[in-house]
């Protein structure tokens, strides 16, 4: 199989289909010219039988023409110009005159044909067109006059047609397919802009762009189409690269600490009060690396889209309560107190109830984490419309209101929050309960103030 290039595919199906429309249209052309002489000759054909019909007399028995020296003119005797063939049979085909240019030759006698007919025969070898018409007396057919002329000017007539339509044909194709070629390929020439730009995009240069063509077309929507592909992957390399940093950052710090303190720990010999001061800090800094891990395989599975929802009547109520007892002893150690605001009736609402425990404890823990010493927690169910509204108010650190929508980020953690080294964090969180929130198509909103604390508020449909 021959391997054509895109230009001249298109050249070559543009010239496969102009061909057959090219070979109708010269079939039509030729059919045409050879109805126009056909015609032609059909009219001489009659207008001589006319002619001849009003000389000749019909009697009862018999058949003369009226003037005898017609047979003698020179298109009766002589064949080479433009010769008029003619004959009288009887009623079962005995001939009673021929014309001289006849000689031995006999136009063809149809004994079938009762009416005027025009019909291609041979003579002598070659093609006339002849009518065979009838003649009456008194409603009787007493004989057949018959009249023939050449065809031969006409078919050389024809004959040279189709030479030149043969001739035409394949030149036409020939000069359509360099053109074809030429108009192809002055339109994929953004293609061509386009391979260019992509061979020069690797994995360290995502910052080339294809240009736009000038006209709003297929070839301009392919070029921006390809462009935002483009934006998309460089986001996600950037955010991949971003990720591992923050992740690896993340890891070692923990386990930098827990060598630190393995270190001096052998340093020289200890009581068994200080090696179990000591081995409880480390054993707290590997809790830390473990939900950090648990936090970063969730983040993994988002990204790989493994989540799988397993949805049903929730009873929003207990939920909430259960993830708040959970952080009863955090709470405690710092003297925060949790106050319940939750309607008398139990709230119901379809999700998945695994997925909204894990919002839940985000929030709830960032909530007392960042609260102050003996601070206050409120936690708020009501109805709203259709809508089941869970708030989570603290007075905390707060959030500054230019980074407010920063929060939402992946191990993205507030200035407020790194100037209280105290407060440990690993700025995933609220990233995780965002985007749980958006596959249970929750709507999360946030609003706060430096100092005064933070307001979360999901609402469920």
Not at 67 to 86: C, G, K, T, Y
Request: with cysteine; aromatic share 8%.
């Amino acid at each position: 199989m021959f391997s054509f290039s895109f230009k001249n595919r298109i050249a070559f199906y543009y010239i496969i289909s102009t061909a057959l429309l090219i070979f109708v249209v010269f079939i039509a052309i030729y059919e045409m010219v050879a109805f126009t002489v056909y015609n032609k000759v059909d009219e001489h054909i009659n207008i001589e039988l006319n002619e001849y019909s009003e000389k000749i007399n019909v009697g009862q028995n018999q058949i003369e023409l009226r003037d005898a020296d017609e047979w003698n003119q020179r298109e009766h005797s002589e064949v080479a110009v433009d010769p008029v063939f003619l004959q009288i049979t009887d009623s079962i085909g005995t001939i009673i005159e021929k014309s001289e240019n006849l000689k031995k030759e006999n136009l063809l006698y149809n004994y079938k044909l009762k009416t005027k007919r025009i019909t291609d025969v041979k003579l002598a070898g070659k093609l006339v067109r002849q009518i065979q018409a009838p003649l009456y007396n008194k409603k009787k057919i007493i004989g057949y006059l018959i009249i023939a002329v050449s065809l031969e000017e006409e078919i050389a007539i024809l004959h040279k047609l189709r030479v030149i339509l043969y001739i035409t044909f394949p030149i036409v194709l020939f000069v359509l397919f360099f053109v074809a070629q030429f108009i192809a390929g002055r339109s994929i020439k953004p293609i061509n802009s386009i391979i260019e730009t992509s061979n020069t995009i690797t994995k360290d240069n995502l910052t080339s762009r294809i240009p736009l063509p000038s006209d709003y077309d297929e070839l301009y929507i392919l070029s921006d189409t390809i462009n935002k592909l483009l934006d998309r992957v460089k986001n996600t390399i950037d955010r991949e690269k971003q990720f591992t940093s923050d992740a690896s950052h993340e890891l070692r710090t923990p386990l930098s600490i827990i060598k630190g303190t393995l270190e001096v720990l052998i340093r020289k010999p200890r009581n068994a009060e200080e090696y179990k001061e000591k081995v409880n800090f480390c054993i707290t800094e590997v809790d830390r690396i473990n939900d950090l891990v648990d936090q970063l395989l969730l983040l993994a599975r988002f990204e790989n889209q493994k989540l799988s929802l397993n949805v049903e009547y929730v009873n929003i109520n207990e939920c909430v309560s259960e993830s708040i007892n959970r952080f009863d002893d955090k709470a405690k150690l710092k003297n925060i107190s949790v106050v319940r605001n939750f309607p008398k009736e139990d709230l119901y609402a379809k999700t998945d109830g695994y997925f909204l425990t894990i919002i839940l404890h985000n929030l709830i823990s960032n909530a007392i984490k960042y609260s102050k010493v003996s601070g206050t927690v409120d936690v708020i169910i009501e109805k709203v419309d259709c809508k089941t509204l869970i708030k989570i108010i603290d007075n905390g650190i707060g959030i500054s209101e230019n980074e407010i929508n920063k929060v939402f980020d992946a191990f993205y953690r507030t200035t407020t929050s790194t100037n209280h080294p105290e407060i440990k964090g690993t700025g995933l969180g609220l990233s995780i309960a965002k985007r749980l929130c958006d596959i249970l198509e929750v709507d999360i909103t946030i609003s706060s103030e430096v100092n005064l604390g933070t307001t979360l508020t999901l609402s469920i449909s």
